[in-house]
């Protein structure tokens, strides 16, 4: 099993900052890729960035210049770091790893339980 543990969301005023965390743990044996999605109430989820093991990273336009990823392979973390936040970043905010499980030796596609972002004065 693998497990997804997310922090670090939270309420904040448009123009703060916030920053999560995603930790993954368990039957790991490669990680190809973590990133971040969020879902917004009456909408799909998306994705707001990701990085692969390979290098790289990705951003949602929406987010580009503001949001940063950043990853501690010794750690199995990701971080997304939010700047200028907007209330149209007001949403819960999943973590995702395509993982090689020790147990089945064969990608998966992991989520988090989720960390609520409310951006509002």
């Known amino acids: 099993q693998v497990q997804l543990v997310e922090s670090g969301g939270g309420l904040v005023q448009p123009g703060g900052s916030l920053r999560l965390s995603c930790a993954a743990s368990?039957?790991?044996?490669?990680?190809?890729?973590m990133g971040w999605y969020r879902q917004a109430p009456g909408t799909q989820r998306e994705l707001v960035a990701n990085?692969?093991?390979?290098?790289?990273?990705n951003y949602a336009d929406s987010v580009k210049g503001r949001f940063t990823i950043s990853r501690d392979k010794t750690k199995n973390t990701v971080y997304l770091q939010m700047n200028s936040l907007k209330p149209e970043d007001t949403a819960v905010y999943y973590c995702?790893?395509?993982?090689?499980?020790?147990?089945?030796?064969?990608?998966?596609?992991?989520w988090g339980q989720g960390t609520r972002v409310t951006v509002s004065s």
């Open positions: 995702n790893a395509v993982v090689i499980s020790t147990a089945t030796m064969s990608p998966g596609d992991y």
């Open positions: 368990g039957s790991i044996s490669t990680i190809y890729v």
């Open positions: 990085i692969p093991s390979g290098g790289g990273t």
